[in-house]
């Protein structure tokens, strides 16, 4: 019996997310610092983003400019282009963590520049004149005093902590038995191996060492002790693995997924040890190739949180090819060691199938 899940998100922690402030009494140099670590951030080929939390005497939208007029009139006012600006009648569903948590799936890192108050992980910065920081700061992780080192630690401390993020975000994989195993007959994740259990048996069983949970993505029909799996049903018109990772996406948008074919019974424990090995800070997804010159292996792969953004547009423009996503240029592409690249083999035929047995 096939179950199709609603919606019901893992519990994120906030705090794992790669979202920092900068911040410190007036005067402390918040935003001397920011201007000086952002060449080095986007040197590290890192998106990153700068908010300033309750901005003080801050003018954009001006008494009698058209956006104002909107907003006078009831309406809550964007403007998008070069420059992005908001101004919204009601807080509720909008509180600054929310905010913030969605452009994660944006960015590689959020820097907000704020102070005390500000509700986000902190690295404080001192004054010349002061020696300790204030009582009562909540969510304090760094004290950073006013010295010539202070960028070159800053910087230092946030690569690092940038790295245990990245580790934290949680990883779930997405099994997908959607195919309709037209050339080889009969339900490939059926097939039985030379174990003699199934091929999603012992896929589901190599995966669940690595992920939080694993999911399965499709119509195909499963053995009844692997009901208590979540089935994720297919997108409407989208055909293909893209179905199954963006349904997986959107299901849990705040988490990494391995996306995984039915049909790769070589998958091994060192192989995905391998490639989840290669995931880093800036990296938006993890899609490799077996050759330097050859075509990317989007079905063994990972997609971070990010990469959602690439695939919708894939979606939206009609595109149903995954391997597209390899076109961005904060995709990684590895190539496969070949001691490996067994791993990766799809098998379609009985003729395959056989060739495999040898």
Known sequence: MKRHHTPQALAVDLKKLPILGICGLSGAGKTTLIEALLPALIADGLRVAVVKHDCRDLVLDRPGKD?????????????????????????EDRSFAIQLAQLVGQYDLILVEGHGKTPVAKLWLLSE???DTP?????LLQVLARDQNRERRGLEWIRAWLWEKQVGIP?????????????????KHLITGENGRTWIDNTVE?????????????????PAHLNHLVRLPDLPDVA??????????????????????????NINFQALEWLLGQRRPGSW???????????????????????KYYLETLFLSG???????????????????????????NINTPQELRQSLL
């Open 285 to 307: 997804g993890t899609v490799p190739r077996l050759r330097e010159d050859g075509f990317v292996e989007p079905l063994l792969a990972v997609y971070e949180p990010q990469s």
């Open 319 to 345: 595109c149903l090819r995954i391997s597209q996503v390899a076109r961005r240029s904060n995709i990684s592409t590895p190539v496969v060691p070949p001691t490996l690249c067994r791993a990766w083999s």
């Open 240 to 265: 293909g693995p893209l179905t199954g990772i963006l349904a997986a996406m959107r299901w849990q948008p705040a988490v990494s997924w391995l996306l995984v074919a039915c049909d790769m019974p």
């Open 67 to 91: 956006s104002d007029r909107f907003y006078q009139a009831g309406g809550d006012v964007f403007l998008f282009g070069g420059e992005v600006f908001a101004r919204l009648h009601s807080d």
């Open 135 to 139: 009582s009562g700061i909540e969510g």
């Open 129 to 131: 004149e002061a020696t």
């Open 206 to 222: 190599l995966l669940a060492p690595f992920a939080e949970q694993v999911v399965l993505s499709g119509p195909g029909e499963v």
């Open 171 to 187: 990883l779930c994989a997405c099994l997908l038995i959607g195919g309709r195993s037209s050339r080889m007959g009969r339900p």
